[in-house]
């Protein structure tokens, strides 16, 4: 028998209230690996209270890192690392523990990753990162299943992504700032945890320009400084929450939010019949009838997030009329259609797109969560659907929500977690 947690919701509440939204997971992630690149005492604000953080902190405690978390305020403190190895048993368990792979070669000419592999959903190669640290000189082999990467010093070059990817542009930045001479990304990513990481870099004495837009201009520099940072709200977190008000028909103010950050999602929103008035650090949104059928197809930034597909999916499973959700960027992304289906939802998926006819009601049923995204979609089903939903395997949700329960709850949800046995 194994224990394991499982949330259990008794939907149909119209939430109401006001909700604070926490910093951003894939905001501090490389930002906590961004320490690696200079000796010294970091001292970051806003960290949100998350699983993968926590597996971020272990990671950084086996490279010989102290990182102590007190409330949200996290302080990073190394004279050098000790180990250079990012082991199998975390990385499996996170992705983003690739992020170590840049600073560590840049930094000290030697880094050992453990091979990410498959996620939940299907491949997500990891290729660019390796390529590109190539092309600034670095020496790769796939050992046992570990990327094995040395250098005497990386060199500055020029690197054009086919695809715009978030990791590789993050891992090849942070090379690149300690690289000999300058660099050029071009076809970067321009998500705003990209310019926060930039920003961060900076801060400790980096030289890149072109933050936000898809050509990132970097001079290496010999050494860094230790730095500070305000990590910046979660948007999709934000973005979830914004759905919760909308499908229980109700009425959610965020706060500590920036809408800058959302566009896409908050114009689709409206166009979904959603009321929303934004200012400098909030959001309020106020349902408005019965919810539109919209349909989305995922972009990188400034498009609309892959991170917010399966969550748009169960609003549009309520929707007066059909809509189609096509993502683009994960084209295997779907493994809470299933699952919205045993709550009553109609979804036909052809490949990446999926046909939402919506319904007039979905009803409770026991479900499963399949990863984290997909675990938001079904909490957001079980919140508008009549009777009650008991979510399994929910450990997923804690890797990227804080608290989600006790916010819902502040917002008037019917939601608990209980611990069940499972035989195994
Ligand atoms: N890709 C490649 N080769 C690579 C890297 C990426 O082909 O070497 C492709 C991917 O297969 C995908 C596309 O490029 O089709 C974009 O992937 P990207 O590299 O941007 O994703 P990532 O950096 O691995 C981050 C977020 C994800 C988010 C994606 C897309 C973090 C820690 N993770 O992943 O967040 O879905 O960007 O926006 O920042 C989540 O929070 O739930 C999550 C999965």
Redesign the pocket.
Known sequence: MIQMDKIIIRGGRKLKGTVSVSGS??AV?PIMCAALLADGQYTLTRVPSLKDVDTMKRLLACLGVSVETDEHTMVIKHQGVSEYEAPYNLVKTM??SIYALGPLLTRYGYAKVSMPGGCAWGP??????IENLKKMGAKIDLEKGYIVARTKRLKGTRIVFD??????TGNCLMAAVLAKGSSIIENA?R?P?IIALATFLNTMGARIQGAGTDKLEIQGVDSLQPADAHIIPDR?EAGTFLIAGMITAGEVRLQDVESGNLTAVLEKLQEAGAHIQTGDDYIHLRSCGRIRPVDVTTA?YPGF???MQAQWMALMSLAGGSSVITDT??LDRFTHVAELRRLGADIILDHNTALVRGVDHLSGAPVMSTD??ASASLILAGLAAKGQTDISRVYHIDR?YESIEKKLRMLGADIQRDTEKLAV
């Open positions: 997971k894939n992630l992705r983003a997500r190669p990891i290729n660019l990162h695809v715009s990817s978030v990791g590789a990513a998500e945890e999709i990188v997030p892959t991170d960027i994960y984290l995204r990227g």
